[in-house]
């Protein structure tokens, strides 16, 4: 009997012996391919000789020095490769160990900076509804999913909430891309009005959506719309790519397609690609300064943020991302793994949509393609899904609807960036026998 309290009380889980490339092992010998990333995690594969090998030279080095005390050339590198790649404007990085702690370092370091510049008054976020920031009282809050949120919502601080954009649903049948964008942006701006216009500190949102939605990317000129109606209100835009950034969507920060920059940016996930936990908040030189000339310290931090193991994990992961062949490969199976969707499933009577950027895919299951009805949630088909594609060797990432009952169950696909299309070929023909035998 396992002693470890497994989220799903009572299941009993395949244990895991070997990593190699895109496949994981179990103790039966039998081989899944990894078609999800785990939760879109492990963006170069497993195993990955060079970053075990750059891991194993800092553990001959130093493996623990607590950053009031020092810092590492490890840490010191990553960071420097961070702010090269994100866009011009993000210049400084708070490095942290995973990607609630680092939406919940975003929102503080909002709050106290209005603290610094003289605004205590601004106190309130706002997020979008169907959104998912991580499991910890702040980042929950944040997060607009009713279902993950219920149980716990007495002890959430205040937050408030728009509408994703999520044009399969919400964009009607005659309405433009860019009337649905000005409708959204005018309900954000609606909402900072109810609040008080000098009381809101920050919106925060994904921009391509991942575990809520399934890969919904926005329509175009939303985020610059939002930009614009922020920067009206004084209000920091914080990005969570979490899980969309680090090459996922394509560009290495999905904002990049967005033609913006946000104040603050969260990332975590493909950052260290499931070789050790670490995450990080990139800031902009405007919020640095607030702090450098105002207080000169950040009211917050974690034992293990910097972790010079993590650190030196996370500084190849981002070296070997960022060669032109590897986001080449992400853009060309990205398309690819489209393509082979579509092919599949495109006429199935049960799959409502089929979307998402480079190598970060969503398929939205549904009863009736016509009206878009979702399956009852208590027929729980995104679990049936789940099951039946780690029967057939396939690793997926589906989940079910939110109970407020606006989506229906989604399955979503992020692969290592390393996969070709014969495997590609393999996610698709078991996920399509998968849907096809759960619903
Ligand atoms: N933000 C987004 C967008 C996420 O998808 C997730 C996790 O799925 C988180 C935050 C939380 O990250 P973590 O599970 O590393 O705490």
Redesign the pocket.
């Known amino acids: 009997m396992t002693k470890i309290l497994h989220r799903t009380i009572g299941t009993t889980l395949p244990r895991a012996v070997a990593g190699e490339g895109i496949y994981i092992t179990d103790s039966e010998g039998r081989i899944y391919i990894d078609g999800s990333g785990g939760?879109?995690v492990s963006c170069l594969g497993h195993n990955h000789p060079e970053v075990l090998e750059a891991m194993k030279a800092q553990m001959g080095r130093i493996t623990y020095a607590h950053t009031s005390f020092f810092t590492t050339d490890v840490a010191e590198q990553l960071a420097e490769q961070l702010v090269e790649l994100a866009p011009n404007g993000l210049d400084y990085v708070y490095l942290v160990s995973?990607?609630?702690?680092?939406?919940e370092s975003a929102l503080k370091m909002a709050r106290q900076y209005f603290v610094e510049v003289g605004q205590p008054q601004r106190r309130h976020i706002i997020a979008r509804r169907q959104s998912?920031?991580?499991?910890?009282i702040g980042?929950l809050a944040t997060g607009g999913n009713a279902w993950r949120r219920a149980q716990f919502k007495p002890i959430l601080p205040e937050t408030h909430h728009v509408s994703p954009c999520y044009a399969y649903r919400d964009m009607p049948v005659g309405e433009t891309p860019e009337d649905y964008a000005e409708r959204l942006a005018a309900e954000l701006e609606a909402k900072i009005i109810e609040l008080g216009t000098g009381k809101v500190m920050a919106f925060v949102a994904?921009p391509v959506v991942?575990?809520t939605l399934g890969a919904v990317g926005p329509v175009a000129d939303y985020f610059k719309r939002v930009r614009q109606v922020c920067d009206k209100y004084g209000i920091l835009l914080i990005l969570?790519e979490?899980?969309?950034g680090m090459g996922r969507t394509g560009t290495m920060f999905a904002c990049e397609q967005e033609g913006i920059v946000p104040d603050l940016v969260?990332i975590?996930?493909g950052m260290g690609g499931g070789f050790q936990p670490i995450?990080a908040l990139m800031l902009s030189e405007k919020i640095y300064r607030a702090f450098a000339e105002g207080s000169g310290l950040f009211q917050h931090g974690h034992t293990y943020i910097g972790h010079p193991v993590a650190a030196a994990a996370a500084n190849k992961v981002v070296e070997i991302v960022r060669r032109p062949e590897i986001m080449e490969n992400v853009i060309k199976m990205g398309e690819c793994l489209q393509a082979g969707l579509d092919a599949a499933l495109g006429q199935s009577p049960y799959v409502g949509d089929i979307r998402g950027r480079g190598l970060f895919r969503g398929v939205e299951i549904v009863a009736d393609k016509d009206t878009q009805q979702p399956f009852d949630p208590a027929r729980k088909i995104h679990s049936r899904i789940k099951k039946e594609a780690m029967k057939r060797g396939l690793m997926c990432y589906p989940m079910g609807g939110t109970i407020d009952g606006v989506n229906g169950d989604h399955v979503l696909l992020a692969p290592p960036y390393i996969i070709q299309a014969k495997q590609i070929d393999l996610i698709v023909e078991r996920l399509a026998e998968s849907i096809d035998a759960a619903v």
């Open positions: 939760a879109a995973g990607g609630s702690e680092a939406v998912y920031h991580g499991n910890t980042a994904e991942g575990a969570d979490v899980m969309c969260t975590a996930k995450g």
